[in-house]
């Protein structure tokens, strides 16, 4: 993230505040380690885009620089049509809702998380790895769904998963993962 001194309006304060730096990879193979932990299956993955929602989440490009473009909207957004969307998704990679063991999402922000469980149907605090990774980090842009999966293969999870984020555009993807110990 980057921090504009020319763009003072609240939207670009939080997002420096909110954002956080880091990286992340994932190192693939076809081949199973023994004493790895975890062995992930790729599943078909998936993309939704809400029409005319760039003023929800994006940026202005301009002359200077990045502006960033966050809606207080964006909860609200979430809890209200991110379900339609991974329904739809999770149809197209033939799966549903209940065949998910573990949502693994980006966490856009704190109240981003709890409309993910709003919409999801989920417990509270269902996505603690999620408010972990965002209290021990930030959001750290598209990474940071890779720090979640991270903290939540080494707790052990198995089974099909789903890891989730959102995006600018106002755009939601979605990429199956089915877990198993690559140990058993």
């Not at 990679?93 to 999402?105: K, P, Q, S, Y």
């Not at 409309?115 to 940071?144: F, H, I, K, Q, Y």
Request: aromatic content about 6%.
């Amino acid at each position: 993230m980057a921090f504009r001194d020319d763009r003072l309006s609240k939207a670009d304060i939080i997002a420096t505040i909110l954002f956080g730096d880091g990286a992340a990879a994932a190192v693939l193979s076809t081949r199973p380690t023994a004493g790895t932990g975890s062995r992930v299956t790729f599943g078909e993955g998936q993309e939704y885009m809400w029409p005319d929602t760039l003023a929800i989440m994006g940026w202005d490009v301009d002359d200077a620089g990045l502006g960033v473009v966050f809606d207080r909207s964006i909860p609200t957004f979430t809890a209200a049509h991110f379900r339609a969307a991974t329904d739809d998704m999770l149809a197209h990679a033939g799966l549903t809702v209940a065949e998910i063991d573990r949502f693994v999402c980006h966490p856009g922000g704190a109240k981003v998380v709890t409309a993910l469980e709003e919409a999801l149907d989920l417990a509270p605090a269902s996505l603690d790895a999620e408010r972990a990774v965002l209290r021990d980090a930030g959001n750290m842009s598209s990474p940071t769904a890779l720090f979640v999966l991270q903290r939540v293969l080494a707790e052990g999870q198995t089974g099909q998963l789903a890891l989730c984020a959102l995006g600018p555009g106002f755009t939601a993807s979605l990429l199956p993962l089915a877990v198993t110990s690559a140990d058993g």
